[in-house]
């Protein structure tokens, strides 16, 4: 099958690279310069786990344009992943979408065959029915579902490990507007996926209404776990772990999502759950849940701050190991760990700081007040209170035992996923503390 993906960033490059690594030949599209002739040169302008190995296999079966006219000319489907930010009030912005469909359109017009236009950037509930469909059986004068088909086809994939969630999808969502699109996109997936997905055909809009549930109902699952490890953190000789061990294994419930900590950050998550409220409040339903997931998650900064500030004064550094908003990637969006970074900085405290990857993402207004170093034990070693705030593999394996011998001075460690597993053996010289 020849399929095209327009928007080649954080996903949409990945998809693209996956499906031409499983023989198929692809259009790759974007509107970027820069991007493209990287790509034409077989450079990669994207920083995700595997991707450059992947292209390099895949390159022969790839070509790159900024041409979506000529893209959609000459292959048969065509796979729309571009940015669709959160406007005002929570609601995802649909003009980078509807002006990749304004440039589809005058190719639709001309093409013989059927052509299935599969929209993967998360939107608004109604976008597709309302606004799409419209928009191109106007401009290519041709009717959805006799001489083109469009499908909504979100991804559920998490930054880091792209390659590996788009190549074994759990689900794969297909909202279609009619049988042979559906047919379509499923065939497609069926060819390049390695797992046994469960295919979920529907409608539209039900596409769309589900692919924002489904990450509303994870961060709901997640702050479940971190209020248990609040809960267990009040009594003498409770552990989260074990109770959310338990709980995992009762198939109601799964262990997948369980884990008590910092809460849910990064590009996707919390804007979803904004889009769900804006979604439920412009359909006139009062919504109870999201609204708590979200109070519940972004107290976690301020509990920690208040933890801190209790125990060490104003002139102490506070080392922060990990802002990356989940280990396996360099992005920071929405970090809780940047909320902490930012609340210290306030308060007018130092900070010293650590990650493996996003060392160059600390944001440009804190680069002159933060100390980033090269390694956490000299991160640690600088500081008074210490937070282990993304559970990098890394900071588990440190032997901390032998650090604090080094210590030159007595800290509080604030351990907020329990990874530094021998950080609590420490005499005096260091008060350990474990979220939950
Ligand atoms: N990245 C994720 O983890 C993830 C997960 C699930 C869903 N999504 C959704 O996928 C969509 C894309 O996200 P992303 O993270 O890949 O974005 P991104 O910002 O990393 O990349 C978007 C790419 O689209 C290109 N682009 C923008 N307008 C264009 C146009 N008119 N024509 C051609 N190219 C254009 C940009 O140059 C860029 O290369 C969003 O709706 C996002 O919500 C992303």
Redesign the pocket.
């Known amino acids: 099958m020849k399929i095209s993906v327009?928007?080649?960033?954080?996903?949409?490059l990945c998809a693209a690279a996956c499906i031409a690594s499983k023989g198929h030949s692809v259009v790759g599209?974007?509107?970027?310069e820069p991007?493209v002739s990287a790509l034409k040169k077989r450079l990669c302008p994207i920083r995700e786990n595997g991707l450059e190995d992947l292209l390099e296999r895949s390159f022969e079966r790839m070509t790159f344009t900024m041409d979506?006219h000529e893209a959609v000319l000459s292959t048969d489907v065509t796979l729309i992943?571009?940015?669709?930010p959160s406007g005002p009030g929570g609601a995802f912005v649909n003009d980078?979408v509807t002006?990749?469909l304004k440039a589809v359109a005058p190719a639709l017009a001309r093409k013989k065959d059927f052509h299935v236009v599969d929209v993967?950037?998360?939107v608004m509930p109604g976008s597709s029915q309302r606004e799409f469909i419209p928009l191109l059986e106007e401009a290519a004068h041709k009717k959805r579902g006799v001489d083109f088909g469009f499908v909504y086809n979100?991804?559920f994939?998490?930054?880091g490990s792209v390659i590996r969630d788009f190549l074994n999808p759990d689900l794969v969502l297909i909202g279609a507007s009619d049988e042979k699109s559906g047919s379509a996109v499923r065939g497609l997936y069926e060819s390049f996926v390695d797992s046994a997905p469960e295919f979920a055909v529907m409608t539209l809009v039900n596409a769309e209404i589900t692919k924002l549930a489904l990450n509303c109902y994870v961060t709901m699952k997640i702050t479940y776990a971190n209020e248990l490890a609040r809960l267990c953190e009040a009594l003498e000789g409770a552990d989260v772990d074990v109770v959310t061990g338990a709980l995992g294994a009762d198939t109601r419930v799964g262990k997948r999502c369980l884990k008590g900590g910092l809460g849910f950050a990064g590009?996707?998550f919390p804007r979803d759950n904004a889009a769900f409220q804006k979604f439920a409040a412009d359909a006139g339903v009062e919504l109870f849940l999201s609204p708590q997931v979200v109070r519940s998650n972004d107290s976690i900064v301020d509990y920690l701050f208040s933890m801190v500030a209790g125990r060490v004064g104003k002139e102490a550094t506070i080392a922060l190991l990990g802002f990356a908003y989940k280990p396996g990637t360099h992005i920071t969006e929405r970090s809780q760990s940047l909320a902490l970074m930012n609340r210290f900085l306030e308060a007018g405290y130092r900070i010293a700081a650590h990650d493996p990857m996003a060392e160059v993402e600390i944001p440009h207004q804190y680069k002159d007040s933060v100390t980033v170093y090269d390694t956490p034990e000299e991160t640690v070693t600088a500081a008074e209170a210490v937070l282990l705030l993304t559970p990098w593999p890394e900071y588990g394996a440190i032997d901390w035992e032998s650090l604090w011998k080094e210590l030159p001075r007595p800290i509080h460690f604030f351990d907020c996923w329990r990874v530094a597993k021998n950080a609590a053996r420490a005499g005096d010289k260091v008060h350990y503390w474990a979220l939950g």
């Open positions: 327009i928007g080649l960033g954080k996903l949409g599209v974007d509107n970027s991007v979506a992943i571009v940015p669709t980078r002006a990749v993967v950037s998360t979100p991804e994939i998490a930054l590009p996707c």
